[in-house]
């Protein structure tokens, strides 16, 4: 959580949510609840009290701190892995010429800092395994940073990489939105967007 604004609304969040379970969150409680849960996304922490509140088991007691750090983490690594998935359709249904547009910052920054989205598509299997593992924790780290992705940018494929590089910006093709359905619609136009940074190479993040 970042600022007062964010904190006041935890506070008052906090207060509704122990009136439901007729319990007295005083000052010190509601500032150890702040002091656990601080580093994590206001919405993110607000999530796991709706959670909480649906879940036929646990729901029946007023929520520890612990109970929604679970909640917290355990959602970040089922969207981590949703990430994932989406990434590895994409490779075998778009593939790496084509430019990329997965409507998602987290997982462009974690493809980008993993080498870009070519490299990305030519890992061969038997390391598909250990790079998913990289992968989740990257994008977690991310999620907790709370990117923030500029408008207009996406993941560039070999065509424009190659076509950039001999000088033929006319033909550069559009990248393909991918969302939560799989590789769709075109995107906007490429004069309208800007690619992400292809990634470091793999001597630049090994060294």
């Known amino acids: 959580m970042r600022g007062e604004d964010e904190l006041r609304t935890f506070i008052a969040e906090l207060g509704r949510l122990a009136?439901?379970?007729?319990?007295?969150?005083?000052?010190?409680?509601?500032?150890?609840?702040?002091?656990?849960?601080?580093?994590?996304?206001?919405?993110?922490?607000?999530?796991?009290?709706?959670?909480?509140?649906r879940d036929p088991e646990r729901g029946q007691f007023f929520p520890k701190?612990?109970?929604?750090?679970?909640?917290?983490?355990?959602?970040?690594?089922?969207?981590a892995l949703r990430a994932w998935t989406r990434a590895e359709l994409a490779v075998w249904d778009v593939g790496q010429y084509q430019s990329v547009d997965f409507q998602d910052p987290a997982l462009h920054r974690v493809i980008v800092d993993m080498g870009g989205w070519p490299e990305f598509c030519a890992w061969p299997d038997q390391e598909r395994p250990y790079r998913r593992k990289e992968f989740v924790s990257?994008?977690?780290?991310?999620?907790?940073?709370?990117?923030?992705?500029?408008?207009?940018?996406?993941?560039?494929?070999?065509?424009?990489?190659?076509?950039r590089y001999h000088g033929h910006s006319a033909f550069i093709p559009e990248p393909v939105v991918i969302d939560e359905r799989g590789a769709g619609k075109k995107a906007l136009p490429v004069q309208e967007k800007r690619a992400l940074p292809p990634g470091p190479s793999e001597e630049e993040r090994e060294g």
Request: net charge negative; proline share 4%.
């Open 19 to 53: 009136e439901v379970y007729r319990q007295d969150a005083s000052e010190g409680v509601v500032a150890l609840y702040a002091e656990v849960l601080g580093e994590y996304p206001l919405e993110e922490v607000l999530q796991a009290m709706r959670h909480h509140l």
């Open 138 to 163: 990257r994008y977690r780290a991310f999620l907790s940073a709370r990117v923030t992705l500029e408008k207009g940018k996406y993941l560039p494929g070999l065509h424009e990489a190659e076509n």
């Open 65 to 79: 701190p612990a109970d929604l750090v679970r909640v917290i983490e355990g959602e970040a690594e089922t969207r």
